[in-house]
Nanobody
Framework: QVQLVESGGGLVQAGESLRLSCAAS??????MGWFRQAPGKAREFVAA?????????????RYADSVKGRFTISRDNAKNTAYLQMNSLKPEDTAIYYC?????????????????WGKGTLVTVSS
């Protein structure tokens, strides 16, 4: 049974940092990522990462424009875990953050590319 379990959410002040983790089990997920849903808004893409297909080039990553330069996605293949380091947090980053994964290698930037979802972890950024 596939499970994606997020952790690391919480309440921080603007400018501070948080690190989210997503532990995957029940399968192999070359593609993993994060989406978020703010109150009253649709769920949106945040970041995604795939395993390296060309060893010397490292994994492939994608970011939403709103988080580029502030958020960094990474993964530990041995632990089947993805991370989202969030720096310089803003009040508009407040949302439920969902881990997403797929058994396909191709990187996703939309919900249609996601095969599995976590239950979400709440991030609240106060001003």
């Amino acid at each position: 049974q596939v499970q994606l379990v997020e952790s690391g959410g919480g309440l921080v002040q603007a400018g501070e940092s948080l690190r989210l983790s997503c532990a995957a089990s029940g399968g192999t997920f070359p593609s993993m990522g994060w989406f978020r849903q703010a109150p009253g808004k649709a769920r949106e893409f945040v970041a995604a990462i795939t395993v390296a297909t060309i060893p010397y080039r490292g994994p492939n990553t994608r970011y939403a424009d709103s988080v580029k330069g502030r958020f960094t996605i990474s993964r530990d293949n041995a632990k089947n875990t993805a991370y989202l380091q969030m720096n310089s947090l803003k009040p508009e980053d407040t949302a439920i953050y969902y881990c997403a994964a797929n058994t396909a290698i191709g990187i996703f930037t939309g919900e249609s590319g996601v095969g599995y979802w976590g239950k979400g972890t709440l991030v609240t950024v106060s001003s």
